[in-house]
Structure formats: C-alpha cells, structure tokens
C-alpha cells in the first residue's frame, strides 16, 4: 500500500441547499477523489459501518476529539470512509454532531474494493463492507498503512486498535521526531 496512489472514483454525496427547499434541502453532488486527496495530507480511516458499536462508540469520536492534535501534526482533513450510502453516512455525522472529520459515502464500494479491503460481513448480516484500516494520505499517495489484523471474509472478531487515532498519532509523532 505504501507509495500507492488511492483509487480515483466517483463519490455519490448529498449537500445541504436551501434552494432545494422543503424539509430535507440536499442535492446530489458528485465528488472525484482528487476533490478529497489532491494537494492536501489526510488521514484516511476506514470501518465496517455507520452506526456500528465500535466505530459509533470510539473510532470516529475519537478521530473527532483528537482533530486538533492531528492538524498541529500537519494534518489537513480527516476522513471517515464506509460502504454506506450518502443519506446514511449524513444521518451518522448528524447523530455523532461532527465537525472536523469528514463522512464520504462509498455507497457502492468501489474505493474500497479498488484499495483491496472489500470483505464479505454476511455472518453480520451486512454484505459487502470495509476491512477496518487507516492511511495517511498526502496528494493522494499512501505515506503510512495502518491495517487490522486478520483481513478476512467473515471474520468473526472486529479487531479494533491498530487503526485507532490514538496509534496514528503516536506515528505522525515518531515520525516527526525522527524528521
């Protein structure tokens, strides 16, 4: 994964537009990966679904917590990518009352399929979903892969650390100290 570009596609996203009017003012809006990667250095995490125990109760609130540290680190955006359409993916960022992570719907799984980390959840009643990983993206390149252990179709645990906010800081901080 390192050196690798992320895949370009095509996200399918909803935007808030009061000129659409009515009690639900969003519009379709189509953003390309380069919209999200190019120029900029971000993190990047992946999980298995919105609105899930441990992405709900500490991967993406921590992420959120943590964005200031992340931006004195050189760190413009955060990212949070799942197998999960727009409507669902704005409905979580509503619930977790984001404001520094940013949700992008991979609705149909494209980019995750194209980053190799597409795996069968059935044993969950899911379908096809994300391995749970995070990069650190800089102008669309993979500088740092952070990848749980055990990428496998139905898995039956949900391993859950190596790609928490908590171990990406500590390596944009060693990495640091090192440069």
């Known amino acids: 994964m390192l050196g690798r570009k992320v895949p370009a596609v095509t996200f399918r996203t909803r ?11 969003f519009r379709w809006q189509d953003v390309a990966s380069d919209d999200y990667f190019a120029g900029k250095r971000v993190v990047l995490f992946s999980l298995p679904g919105a609105f899930t125990p441990t992405c709900s109760t500490y991967q993406l609130p921590d992420f959120e ?4 540290e992340f931006r004195a680190l050189g ?6 990518i799942s197998v999960n359409d727009a409507f669902v993916m704005n409905a979580w960022g509503k619930s977790q009352g984001l404001e520094s992570v940013k949700l992008i719907p991979d609705g149909s799984g494209e980019f995750t399929r194209k980053m190799g980390m597409l795996v069968a959840k059935d044993n969950l009643g899911f379908g096809m979903r994300s391995w749970r990983y995070a990069a650190v993206v800089n102008n669309g390149v993979v500088e740092q892969w952070f990848e749980e252990e055990g990428y496998s ?9 190596i790609s928490s906010p908590q171990n990406i800081l500590a390596a944009l901080r060693s990495q640091k100290i090192a440069a």
Request: glycine letters at 10%.
């Open 15 to 25: 935007v808030r537009d009061e000129s659409v009017g009515g009690s639900n003012p």
């Open 65 to 68: 917590k943590l964005a200031p």
């Open 75 to 80: 760190i413009d955006e955060i990212y949070c």
């Open 153 to 161: 179709d139905n898995c039956d645990s949900d391993p859950y650390g």
